[in-house]
């Protein structure tokens, strides 16, 4: 690949790309994006025409990854980790001006027990953030928080070693 060729590929779109990898349905790349279902349309016609490649075929309700998307699939992970590990959480964050969804994977239990506490505070420390939570098994969180599509796991988890745990 030229470097003509790199300098016209928009890194936003591998987030698109990311997102679309793992939930293979525009809609849901869209809402944990923060995007609307047009723009990630628009996005993957772009990587589309990048890649010279169709990337997604639907197929029932799913969104299929073609055997070129397979094949950019552990190089976009890694790159975007990257980026959130190393470039990310380099910027600095204010509370009172940040516009930010906060994914957290939680147990029914903690939405019940933690959920309304921590919505009303917020609402007053971070007034134009939001949070999305995640029911999903103990054995998927490591991977979510690794790539960065959750930024937090509240409950009663035991976990692999290597992550970071509060009691």
């Known amino acids: 690949m030229n470097s003509m060729h790199i300098n016209e590929l928009d890194l936003n779109l591998l987030s698109v790309l990311e997102a679309m990898l793992r939930s293979k349905n525009v809609s849901k790349a869209a809402l ?5 279902q047009s ?23 799913v969104m299929e990854p ?5 094949s950019l699939q552990d190089s976009v992970m890694d790159v975007m980790a990257l980026i959130r590990q190393r470039i990310m959480t380099a910027v600095s964050f204010n509370p009172k001006t940040a516009k ?4 957290l ?15 009303t505070r917020l609402r007053k420390e971070a007034p134009y953030c939001s949070i999305r939570t995640l029911q999903v098994p103990a054995e998927q969180i ?19 070693d290597g992550l970071y745990k509060q009691h």
Request: aromatic share 10%.
């Open 39 to 61: 723009a990630v349309s628009h996005a993957v016609k772009r990587l589309r025409q990048y890649f010279d490649d169709p990337l997604f075929v639907k197929t029932g309700f």
């Open 32 to 36: 944990g994006l923060g995007l609307s």
């Open 66 to 70: 073609t055997p070129k998307a397979i």
């Open 100 to 103: 930010r969804m906060f994914t």
């Open 105 to 119: 994977c939680i147990t029914d239990m903690g939405e019940l027990v933690f959920l309304p506490t921590l919505l």
């Open 142 to 160: 490591a991977g979510l928080l690794a790539s960065g599509e959750a930024d937090l796991a509240i409950g009663s988890y035991s976990g692999p």
